[in-house]
Each structure stands twice: as structure tokens, then as C-alpha cells.
């Protein structure tokens, strides 16, 4: 099971000033860049449902130049739920009994359907008048379109992509084009693999979906190409160890040799299809060599191949390799 609450709570705590420079740039403008402090979540008790939420995230900000503070609250909806409108209202006003400080309410809706436009106010009136009017912010993923968002050189932006509107023959372009993003963003490794993990929970490609993917990495800048393989080894590293755990449960050599199998399988696949692309028609002979190469072998030649123009390249290569390992 995904936990959407974590994943989400963890990208934008960690990219919180770019979330809201990306959608809430008027916010943005008058939020003093420091300091800022996540607050404790809060828990909510609904007596009449009998049921008990929590807040998701809460930021006490100050304003810019000033010494005043104000909240921000960004619940995250991964499900639909009716009457949500209230339930930001019923935490808007708890929130702001509880601080006594103004409170800017934000939706992230991130569930998959409906793709209706959802509610982004709660009323209370009555005939000819209306006691109450509460207005909040709704982000509403599946409403807006990865294409528009292919210019922004913002974190976030290149993360939730991966969960916004996209036809069923596009989802292999969005993950290229989120990765191709994300390497051009020059991250740290932590930040880049908290990104890369949340693009790859919502995209998991199939098989046919793979390949196109391939095809289309190694028709890309070379450069891009090898940020992007580094990432994509760094899935398989994942896949291999989360095989290994996988086989200590149901039986370790079962699980190593699958793990290391799959990982390996991938790796040379991707390799294979580059070079190709880089130098023609690869042999028989090669392709075995290939294969019978380590992870790490694998990982070299990934970087070496975006040096060949030929086959000899690679034939040289593979040879240096083997007289490497003789010594």
C-alpha cells in the first residue's frame, strides 16, 4: 500500500517555499523567507461523524518586514470524500481559536477521480442571506495539465507531474520528461532521491511502456541520457536490495538470485538499446558479454558508452575490461 499522506507531507516540508512560489506566488511575495516553523500536527475529533482527522501540515510564517505571524495550512486529499469543504472549515477555525493568528487554508486534492472541479468555499445561510462564507485554496492535480509545468525549474513541479491530468499513451513521456527535469535541477542526492522515488511510486511502467521509454532516453542530449541512467540504476539498486529483503523473508537464495536477476536484466536492456542507438548493430557475441557483466561493469559502461562512436569503442572497451580483471 502507498502511503500518500507521507510522501506527499515529506515533499512538500522539504520544498515548501518552492510549493508555494509555484502556486501561490502572490503569497510568496510577502512571506518572509525566514524563519519558518512546522508545527506539530493537530487532531481533530468529529462528534457527530465519531470520527478523528489530522491535520496534515502547518507552517507559522511572518510577514515580510513585519513582526507579525500568520499560518499556513496545506491539507493533502488523496481520496475523494464529500463534505470536505466543511471539514477545512471545522480546521480553519480550530486552528485559528487554538493560535489566535490568521490562517491561509490550502487543499492539495491529489486523488485520481473525480475530475470534476471540487468546492473551494463553504457556505451557512439561510433564505436571503448568508451567515458565513469560508474560502480556501484548491490544488486540484488531476485538473491540470503536465505539459503546462514543462518550463518550471521548480522541485515540486517536476514531482507532482507525475500526478496530474495525462492521457494513458502519455504516462512513459511524463516520466522521461519529470527525469529529464529533475536532472537539469542539479539536487543534492538526498533531495534528487526523494524526487526520482516519488515520480517512480505514481508512474510504474509496464513492460511495452519500458521499452518506449528506452527508445525515447536514448534519442536525448547525452548528457541528460546519463543523469537519467544514474537515476534509473539507482531504481534497479532499490529493486535489487528490496529483493534481497523480499528473500530473507521467503527464502534468501530465491529472493537474491531474482533481485540481482531482474536489476541485471533491466541494466543491460537499457544499455543495450543505447548502444544501438550510439553505434549500430550490436553482435551476438557482445550482447553475451554484455550480459554476463556485474552491476557495477554495467554502471561503467553506461557512463563509457556516451564516448562511442563505433563498434570497435566498445569492443576495446570490453576488452580493457577483461585484461583489467586478469590482472
Aim: aromatic content about 10%; hydrophobic content about 40%; overall charge negative.
Amino acid at each position: 500500500m502507498i502511503n500518500h499522506d507521507r510522501l506527499f507531507k515529506e515533499l512538500i516540508t522539504t520544498f515548501f517555499r518552492e510549493f508555494i512560489q509555484l502556486f501561490f506566488p502572490q503569497v510568496a511575495a510577502y512571506l518572509e523567507p525566514e524563519p519558518l516553523e512546522f508545527l506539530d500536527k493537530e487532531v481533530f475529533t468529529d462528534i457527530t461523524a465519531g470520527d478523528t482527522y489530522e491535520t496534515d501540515i502547518i507552517v507559522k510564517a511572518k510577514f515580510q518586514g513585519q513582526e507579525t505571524f500568520f499560518l499556513i495550512h496545506i491539507e493533502n486529499q488523496s481520496y475523494y470524500q464529500e463534505h470536505f469543504e466543511q471539514r477545512m472549515f471545522r480546521y480553519f477555525a480550530r486552528l485559528s481559536e487554538k493560535y489566535g493568528l490568521p490562517v491561509y487554508p490550502i487543499a492539495l486534492l491529489s486523488f485520481d477521480y473525480p475530475q470534476t472541479p471540487q468546492p473551494q468555499s463553504y457556505q451557512v445561510t439561510f433564505p436571503g442571506q448568508i451567515i458565513l462564507q469560508f474560502n480556501y485554496q484548491v490544488i486540484q492535480l488531476n485538473r491540470l495539465n503536465w505539459r503546462d509545468f514543462l518550463q518550471q525549474q521548480n522541485p515540486v513541479a517536476t514531482a507532482l507531474m507525475a500526478k496530474m491530468k495525462m492521457d494513458k499513451n502519455e504516462r512513459r513521456q511524463v516520466k522521461l520528461e519529470c527525469l529529464r527535469l529533475l536532472v537539469t535541477l542539479r539536487l543534492d542526492r538526498a533531495r534528487m532521491r526523494l524526487i526520482s522515488g516519488f515520480i517512480d511510486t505514481y508512474i510504474r511502467l509496464n513492460a511495452e511502456e519500458q521499452e518506449l521509454f528506452r527508445a525515447e532516453l536514448a534519442t536525448i542530449e547525452p548528457s541528460q541520457q546519463e543523469g537519467i541512467m544514474q537515476i534509473v540504476t539507482s531504481w534497479m539498486e532499490e529493486g535489487i536490495e528490496q529483493g534481497l529483503q523480499q528473500g530473507l523473508q521467503q527464502g534468501l537464495q530465491q529472493g537474491l538470485q531474482q533481485g540481482l536477476q531482474q536489476g541485471l536484466q533491466q541494466e543491460a536492456n537499457l544499455i543495450l538499446r543505447l548502444l544501438s542507438r550510439r553505434i549500430g548493430v550490436v553482435s551476438p557475441e557482445l550482447i553475451l558479454r554484455i550480459r554476463s557483466l556485474s552491476v557495477i561493469e554495467l554502471e561503467n559502461l553506461g557512463e563509457a558508452l556516451l564516448d562511442f562512436s563505433t563498434p570497435a569503442d566498445l569492443e576495446n572497451w570490453l576488452l580493457r575490461l577483461s585484461n583489467n580483471s586478469a590482472e
